[in-house]
């Protein structure tokens, strides 16, 4: 079925749905009009014609296509909302700009959305490096003043718990297919005290890129051989390989650019507290034993694992490669991850890197990778060795634990608008078209911030038709879903303060990168000590009852 005719059909059994007050939506239409195998029909039409704008390979998609794609997507809009219904009701969105992505497509997304319900949207715009700081102020001072926020899960705690935030109606929770989410980004995450608050529209989660032609490279094979290097000269399984295979590159060519070659691409410099995941990420299959859900803290305790052996490994490797001329790029001090991924992996600075799923998408349809044809990826490198807390022992046994970085952004509205129905009803729905799942195909596969989150992401023949290659798409989806579904993933705490904790992190590592401690223990039991403050703050108590439910204990 077309999509205009879908959308008249939608139109007909208008009146008969606000009877039902919308709870059926789009799904639903079978119920009111027996037209529910023409709908799949129409939404898969429509799935097929938004992932051809711009097309792979055609370039990074532009404001006049992220304005389409919204457009294409307006059914569930229309199923619940007269036009012009919203006129006069002005809303504040606050999120992201970073990389041009966040609320540059949501602008667009929303542009015909705002054209249809005679809504307006105004815009707070923050750096990734600010946002923290910005949101926290607004908790702190209790002057809340947007009306729908760009969030992650992390911080829930912090603003559901405080009954900031506006309880999901059921018409939005059938109109954005919530069953479809992976696994993880079920409840508990997105709830609190038993109500849904979350619309995600994204499945955070770090998985490891590194270049085929470093590894297909014979004279590096030859010379890492010659050198006595370890194993075959492959892609590292381990961080024990990563740091080997880092240390032998500095000062040879990259091979595609001809320019330096380097190996791992740590972000030295903080992000407002997000820039703490990249040293997890070394850590994890270090510090997350099998046996136990709790990485960060002691579950009985709150007492900080982040100075314990394995994280100090952690730590130590950072200073280790900092120690070697050429191991980084020049000033790698002043790269926070922003840079790590887009002005150097994806340009062709690097060999191998974690970041957050989108750079794969990213790297095979923005107009500034060099990368989409020689990028591989997988879940982060294990470890042959894992610490167990519990015991105080390193145990010998092969470990892997995908790092569940920020569990994904999601669209929240604010209980302010709780008072007036039709701002209330306004919100919710640019949050639903948003977290819509035909939409959210379309982010997951071209540059927007986001990775895959729903199960109908890992339909490689929709990918396909859109231009990618199943075998990359095979590679970049697997690292995807073989970390979400890890038996031994890191699952972040939803507990209150966790990007003070971050932050302050953030700010120790900072300060031993740059030589003001005299060890890698040094700055762990610094962090530490902050931690243990933050928790005293806070209340210990409490802070020990939410994390082991965060934990499922």
Not at 72 to 85: D, F, I, N, P, S
Not at 231 to 245: C, I, L
Not at 248 to 273: E, I, Q, R, V
């Amino acid at each position: 079925m077309k999509v205009e005719l879908f959308e008249h059909a939608v139109r007909v059994a208008l009146s008969r749905r606000r009877l039902l007050q919308g709870a059926a939506a789009v799904g639903g239409l079978a119920a009111v009009g027996g037209i529910g195998t023409k709908h799949a029909a129409a939404q898969d039409d429509v799935r097929a014609a938004i992932l051809k704008i711009p097309g792979v390979g055609a370039g990074s998609p532009t404001d006049a296509d992220w304005q389409k794609v919204g457009e294409m997507c307006l059914a569930g809009t229309k199923a619940t909302v007269a036009e012009g219904e919203f006129a006069g009701v002005e809303l504040i969105f606050m999120g992201l700009n970073n990389q041009n992505l966040h609320n540059f497509l949501f602008r667009g997304f929303l542009k015909p959305w705002e054209a249809y319900t005679g809504a307006k949207i105004n815009w707070i715009d923050l750096a990734q490096a600010d946002y923290n700081a910005r949101l926290q102020q607004s908790i702190a001072t209790g002057t809340v003043d947007f009306d729908i926020i760009e969030m992650g899960s992390p911080f829930e705690g912090d603003v559901c718990g405080k009954g900031l935030a506006s309880e999901m109606p059921d018409w939005v929770k059938t109109l954005i297919d919530m069953d479809d989410y992976v696994s993880y980004l079920k409840a508990p995450v997105g709830t609190w005290d038993g109500k849904t608050y979350r619309i995600s529209i994204d499945g955070d989660c770090h998985t490891f890129a590194y270049r085929k032609d470093y590894y297909e490279n014979e004279e590096f094979a030859a010379a890492w051989k010659e050198s006595g290097g370890e194993g075959e000269w492959s892609a590292p399984k381990t961080w024990k390989d990563v740091q080997a295979h880092s240390k032998f590159l500095a000062g040879k060519k990259d091979p595609l650019t001809g320019l330096d070659a380097h190996g791992y691409l740590d972000p030295l410099k903080g992000w407002g507290g997000f820039g703490f995941y990249f040293l997890e990420d070394r850590a994890t299959a270090y510090a997350k034993h099998p046996d136990d859900p709790a990485w960060l803290f002691d579950a009985d305790t709150m007492k900080p694992r982040v100075n314990n052996p394995a994280f100090v490994r952690a730590i130590q490797e950072v200073m280790d490669l900092i120690a070697v001329p050429g191991a980084y790029p020049a000033d790698q001090i002043n790269a926070d991850p922003g840079t790590t991924a887009f002005s150097q992996f994806l340009a062709g600075t690097g060999s191998m890197l974690t970041w957050w799923g989108d750079v794969g998408s990213s790297a095979r349809t923005s107009d500034t990778s060099v990368v989409g044809d020689v990028v591989s990826f997988s879940i982060l490198p294990g470890s042959d060795e894992v610490y167990n807390s519990k015991t105080g022992e390193w145990e010998q046994r092969a470990n892997e634990a995908p790092n569940m970085a920020y569990i994904g952004w999601g669209v929240y509205v604010m209980a302010r608008v709780d008072g007036d129905e039709k701002k209330h009803k306004a919100a919710w729905s640019a949050a639903a078209h948003l977290g819509g799942k035909d939409l959210s195909l379309w982010t997951s596969a071209y540059p927007s911030g986001f990775q895959p989150y729903r199960n109908s992401h890992f339909n490689y023949e929709e990918w396909e038709a859109a231009g990618y290659d199943r075998a990359y798409i095979e590679d970049y989806l697997g690292s995807n879903a073989d970390s979400y579904n890890h038996e031994n993933s890191a699952i972040e705490p939803r507990i209150p303060g966790i990007f003070q904790y971050y932050s302050v992190a953030e700010d120790e590592l900072a300060k031993g990168f740059a030589g003001q401690y005299g060890s890698a223990q040094e700055i762990a039991d610094a962090i530490a000590a902050a931690w243990e403050k933050i928790t005293d703050q806070i209340g210990r108590e409490s802070q020990i009852a939410l994390y082991k439910a965060s934990l499922g204990i």
